[in-house]
């Protein structure tokens, strides 16, 4: 059974960096064709893609983004990190990470990262 | 970056209707698009890929088509569970993207 779950910080400060981890389980991501991305939403609004990290450590981002964005996995305790610098209110959304684009599509529950002073 | 129009952004029907969800790409993605469903509070759920597959566990009411840049999602007989958010996602090519959303309301 694949599970996800996200986990960080509820609030943080404009300026900040967040940290958020995604650990899963149910799969490997030493794996061949195993990847995890990382989706946000801000309240009310729509489903953004912002990075994916692949088996072979690919990395991909979001072109809006990409400059303040950093995926890493460690493939032993089966988690994959996001970073994101310079926070701004702006960024105040849920962040989930999912298994997405392939033969199947899972997805953990999301937090809601807040970004205020 | 490939964008995702999606259309309409709202919609508003009653139970029974038959409803069509379209999104376009503003280049070739071939069938590399899902449709997902979201409640509110809830992670998206996957309803359609490969454009026109359907998800195991998923109504038959729902069905995708399409291929190349148009896409569509049909409802076939709305039910009071259908009542939620749609998005499509293309994953042919990075970055992926999603459409904006269709929020699909009682009449």
């Known amino acids: 059974q694949v599970t996800l779950k996200e986990s960080g910080p509820a609030l943080v400060k404009p300026t900040q960096t967040l940290t958020l981890t995604c650990t899963f389980s149910g799969f490997s991501l030493s794996t061949s064709g195993m990847r995890v991305s990382w989706i946000r939403q801000p309240p009310g609004k729509a489903l953004e893609w912002l990075a994916r990290?692949?088996?072979?450590?690919?990395?991909f981002y979001s072109t809006s983004l990409k400059t303040r964005l950093t995926i890493s996995k460690d493939t032993s305790k089966n988690q994959v990190v996001l970073t994101m610098t310079n926070m701004d209110p702006v960024d105040t959304a849920t962040y989930y990470c999912a298994r997405i684009g392939g033969a199947d599509d899972y997805w953990g529950q999301g937090t809601l990262v807040t970004v205020s002073s | 970056d490939i964008q995702m129009t999606q259309s309409p952004s709202s919609l508003s029907a009653s139970v029974g209707d038959r409803v069509t969800i379209t999104c376009r790409a503003s280049?070739?993605?071939?069938?590399?698009l899902g449709w997902y469903q979201q409640k509110p509070g809830k992670a998206p759920k996957r309803l359609i890929y490969a454009a026109s597959s359907l998800q195991s566990g998923v109504p038959s009411r729902f069905s995708g088509s399409g291929s190349g840049t148009e896409f569509t999602l049909t409802i076939s007989s709305l039910q009071p569970e259908d009542f939620a958010t749609y998005y499509c996602l293309q994953h042919n090519s990075y970055p992926y993207s999603f459409g904006q959303g269709t929020k699909l309301e009682i009449k």
């Open positions: 280049q070739g993605i071939r069938n590399d």
């Open positions: 990290i692949d088996w072979d450590d690919d990395k």
